[in-house]
């Protein structure tokens, strides 16, 4: 082996939920160590470029082409993960299961029907439940490296549902033996050809790549791809392309319910088929062949026969087996602990090539004993949250800034009582005058007054109820004619009016359902009273948040201001009480009876003008007639001058009297009409002011319940903001890093270096921070993410919260430029300075900082601290599996231990005091981390008591979840040790 030369080349492929969740774990980690070497110019390569990820998940259907879709991913190279991202994903992913647990009824899982008639679809159980979510709240980062299918197919099932056809496992086989082709040159492109180009290590002459498969046996659907694409990717680079492989393999299932049944009887079946189809298990090969020939279903153009030679060939050179019981009898918590576990083991191999010192010292001859092919791994560390640190400090930062500048009342710039003098509903322009005119800008023809002063100036007007026109068609017609038209045309405007001032007109005339679900106007060029309010007050806080970072409280002053003047404008709106209302409606009724009793009594009784003229006509005729009979009786001649001048006189005053008659009974006809046009007038009149008093106050109502909605935005993010700024001191990451095995480490003297750092960094330019953030706040990029907040309907989030997650960000992007690429360096000044003062080892008990490790001694030396330390931490590091390698009537079982650890000669830990522990050290030149990594090889599963266990749950399992698991439907008991289901019957009805 030449000098100097490293085999840390590692291409780590996570299969299903499982792996994805281990990958991202341990990759910020690898970028973490990789950002702190670098700040401290260790010489060696860069790990983030010659260790890649990508993970293999498998939906839980079929696609319409009979295949399981697949998904390829792996991290955005441009989207850094937050310390803790995982830790904080779980912890919302089961605080959502919970929740569903309570919100719905949850059965005992789907696994309730393990032992009924039908089989359990595998993509309900709980491991594919978790691996589903995971993927789903992980995509933001996480890559897409495989083009996108149909999930699932739509099928009649025997109740005439639609449904969904579940995924096998012998589907998901098929499917990785068919796109496997495809799978290798995806992961040949993105996973090996990265971390193979000769520059990235210049001391590594070979170029030596480890493939470590990180799987979970007990994921029933991720498990049956382990074996087409391993294969896949090795037929398709050559073996020589890869050093070594290991594989990382997690059995046992979590789940809470009866699934763990399933799960666990999986965790064997995996293993029974991993060994079948390589050299293992060789007389069960015969078993499996058929199904990786291809046949029972469509193979691809030139598949037949290509992986066939595959079978029963040597495909991993080391599998360890982690499992959920430690060999003290003890149980790893969750899935995440194992993750931990796996992430420091990896974590151990990649920064110190732990994994060639296991080779180094089992010897080829164990690595050719491919009787006992087995491993175990156990593995604990330590390490100082530099990222978590870091990001910790800035928060505080930017905790001070929104507490100081943007929620502190007695901020002297901006005054949020001044800001808010103008404010008036006339803004708004919602005042009892805006909305009245408003209305009547959109029906001018109904108001006698287009410019009133008040409710009680509103007044219908008189061409309104009768036009002109229509005046003149009933002019000629007969009183009793007229009475009936227009009562008649009553009819019609009353109906009209209804239109026009019904409550939905009057609510559509103001807009009160213009408004989306979030406050927004569903038009923006609506000029409506209520979207018009809404957008203008939306502008208003734009100008505000965006003017100052004191908009918040000006805002909320605006509101306030707008609140009370709309309360007042609310009372000032007069309703007459019920009993008023109906005073004046009997008031209006009695006069319009009056008023029909009059005309009907005086009018209708009258006579026409031809009866007038009879009349006149008859009176002269009797005068004549008593005049000739007057001159006949007394024989007096008829003087033409004196008697023709009398009955002339007698004949025009009749006429003339009648025709006067007639004339005072038209205009009588006249006067009552008016009278009639009047009271028509004021009874719609009073309905009028009485409809828009109610629609005013209907307004009213929806504008107070807007400004309610705002102000309770404004008021939440205010309270959200105020207790997430409370300055707590340290904040420990222990909430989220709760594991035994990789614990954070912090101290008062770490928090303050790093405190110290950031105040140093703030003066450096001769400006503070709450400077800095007054006069980056005007930004256009600002004003233009206050505008899509709110006024474009984008963010589906609560207002409050999004608000609250802008006003941060605005913050956070003032304090961004302390660790951009101008500060990087003197980040890394603080990095090395830490790495000499306050380094992990200071931590633990240089700075006598760990008395739980003492017991409440007192005096303890130094030697026994770091004793104690490390044969806790050596506990912790016990194998995952139950096997006690304690024992010492065991028969096999070779352990293989080592430490990574700093190693510089300023270090405490040496390769003394490891030997006490039978550990070798291996030096990472890294003062922030530890890992106690301990191994034992040479095992088989007969020596795995969980494993017999888990023989014995598929041994319980019922035909039809059988054939939900085996990948083949006959020489089951060849392959995993069961009989297999006789009737052909029974499996048709479970593939439905």
Not at 244 to 271: C, K, L, M, P
Not at 623 to 631: H, R
Not at 674 to 687: D, G, N, V, Y
Request: hydrophobic share 40%; charged share 25%.
């Amino acid at each position: 082996m030449i000098t100097g030369a490293t085999r840390s080349r590692a291409a780590i492929l996570c299969f299903g939920g499982w792996g994805l969740q281990t990958m991202l774990h341990l990759q910020p980690r690898i970028q973490s160590i990789q950002d702190q070497r670098r700040a401290r110019k260790v010489q060696g390569p860069d790990l983030t470029q010659v260790t890649q990820f990508a993970a293999l998940l498998a939906e839980g259907t079929l696609a319409p082409d009979g295949h399981v879709p697949l998904h390829l991913r792996k991290l955005r190279a441009q989207t850094p993960l937050p310390p803790f991202y995982l830790e904080r994903l779980l912890e919302r992913l089961d605080a959502r299961h919970q929740q569903d647990l309570r919100g719905d009824g949850w059965m005992i899982g789907s696994g309730h029907r393990m032992f009924g008639v039908a089989g359990t679809p595998l993509a309900t159980v709980d491991s594919e439940r978790r691996a589903r979510q995971l993927l789903e709240a992980a995509a933001p980062v996480l890559q897409p490296l495989n083009q996108q299918i149909p999930t699932f197919v739509e099928y009649k099932n025997g109740r005439g549902e639609e449904d969904t056809i579940p995924a096998r496992r012998a589907d998901v086989f098929r499917t990785g033996l068919s796109q496997g082709i495809e799978m290798a040159r995806l992961l040949d492109a993105h996973l090996i050809a990265p971390i193979r180009h000769d520059n990235l290590a210049p001391g590594d002459p070979f170029v030596q790549t480890t493939l470590y498969v990180v799987a979970p046996l007990f994921e029933p659907l991720a498990s049956a791809l382990i074996w087409p694409t391993l294969v896949h990717l090795l037929n398709y680079l050559g073996e020589r392309h890869i050093s070594q492989i290991v594989g990382i393999f997690a059995t046992g299932s979590y789940a809470g319910d009866s699934n763990r049944a399933i799960e666990d009887a999986v965790s064997f079946a995996s293993i029974a088929e991993l060994e079948a189809l390589t050299d293992l298990h060789p007389a069960a090969q015969s078993a499996v062949e058929p199904l990786v020939r291809g046949e029972g279903f469509p193979a691809l153009p030139g598949q037949c026969g290509l992986l066939e030679s595959w079978v029963g060939r040597s495909l991993l050179d080391r599998i360890y087996l982690v499992d959920r019981e430690k060999s003290n009898q003890g149980l790893v918590r969750n899935s995440y602990e194992l993750s931990v576990l796996v992430g420091n083991a990896l974590e151990a191999m990649i920064t110190t090539d732990g994994n060639q010192h296991v080779e180094e010292q089992l010897g080829i001859d164990l690595r050719n004993a491919h009787e006992r092919p087995y491993s175990l791994m156990g593995a604990a560390g330590d390490y100082v949250p530099l990222d978590y640190i870091f990001s910790a400090v800035h928060q505080q930062e930017e905790k001070r800034l929104i507490r100081e500048v943007i929620l502190n009342a007695e901020d002297p710039v901006g005054n949020p009582a001044q800001e808010a003098e103008a404010a008036s509903l006339i803004d708004l322009g919602i005042t009892q005058d805006q909305v009245i005119a408003q209305l009547i800008a959109q029906m001018p023809d109904l108001f006698l007054n287009v410019t009133p002063h008040g409710l009680d100036e509103l007044a219908i007007h008189p061409n309104f109820v009768l036009p002109p026109s229509i005046a003149a068609e009933l002019r000629p017609l007969s009183p009793a004619g007229w009475l009936a038209a227009f009562e008649d045309r009553l009819q019609t405007v009353t109906q009209q009016f209804d239109r026009l001032v019904g409550a939905s007109a009057l609510d559509y005339a103001w807009g009160l359902g213009a408004l989306h679900p979030n406050g927004l106007p569903k038009n923006k060029n609506d000029k409506r009273v209520l979207p018009a309010a809404a957008l203008y007050m939306r502008r208003t806080f734009v100008e505000l948040l965006a003017e100052s970072p004191t908009g918040l409280r000006q805002a909320q002053s605006r509101l306030a201001i707008w609140q009370a003047e709309l309360e007042e404008a609310r009372q000032r709106v007069t309703i007459l009480t019920p009993g008023q209302r109906n005073l004046a409606t009997a008031q209006r009724q009695l006069a319009l009876r009056q008023w029909r009793a009059h005309y009907e009594g005086n009018v209708l009784k009258e006579p026409s003008l031809g009866r007038t003229l009879l009349r006149s006509s008859l009176l002269v005729l009797a005068v004549l007639i008593v005049a000739i009979g007057y001159l006949i009786a007394f024989n007096r001649p008829f003087d033409l001058i004196v008697d023709g001048g009398t009955l002339l006189g007698i004949f025009l005053g009749a006429y003339v009297g009648g025709a006067m008659s007639y004339r005072r009974r038209l205009t009588r006809i006249q006067r009552l009409r008016r009278e009639r046009l009047a009271l028509a007038q004021a009874e719609l009149t009073s309905q009028l002011q009485e409809r828009v008093q109610q629609g005013l106050l209907r307004a009213y109502d929806h504008l107070a319940q807007m400004l309610r909605e705002m102000a309770r935005a404004l008021e939440d993010t205010n309270e959200s903001l105020n207790q997430w700024t409370v300055d707590d001191g340290i904040p420990t990451p222990v909430a989220y890093a709760a594991t035994h095995l990789y614990g954070p480490r912090v101290s008062d003297r770490l928090w303050e270096l790093c405190r110290s750092h950031l105040r140093a960094q703030q003066d450096r330019e001769g400006r503070r921070s709450e400077e800095r953030l007054r006069s980056s706040w005007r930004s256009v990029a600002w004003r233009r993410k206050l505008e899509g907040l709110l006024l474009e309907e984008e963010d589906r989030r609560p207002l409050s919260a999004a608000m609250q997650d802008l006003l941060r960000e605005s913050v956070q992007a003032t304090i961004s430029d302390l660790s951009a690429a101008s500060a990087q360096a003197v980040r890394d000044e603080l990095v090395r300075e830490l790495a000499q003062i306050c380094n992990l080892e200071h931590l633990l008990w240089r700075d006598g900082s760990a008395p739980h490790h003492t017991n409440g001694a007192q005096g303890t030396s130094k030697q026994n601290l770091i004793h104690r330390y490390l044969e806790a931490l050596w506990s912790h590091a016990k194998p995952a599996a139950n096997y006690d390698v304690a024992d010492r009537l065991a028969a096999h079982g070779i352990p293989v231990d080592f430490a990574a650890v700093w190693g510089s000669a300023e270090s405490d830990l040496s390769e003394t005091t490891l030997r006490e522990f039978r550990s070798t050290l291996l030096p990472t030149d890294d003062p922030f981390r530890l890992n106690f990594v301990r191994t034992v090889h040479g095992l088989t599963l007969e020596d795995l008591g969980s494993i017999r266990r888990y023989y014995m749950e598929m041994m319980m399992l019922n035909d039809a979840n059988l054939d939900q698991l085996a990948l083949v439907d006959r020489q089951r008991r060849l392959l995993y040790g069961v009989e297999e289901d006789a009737s052909e019957e029974a499996r048709e009805r479970v593939r439905g």
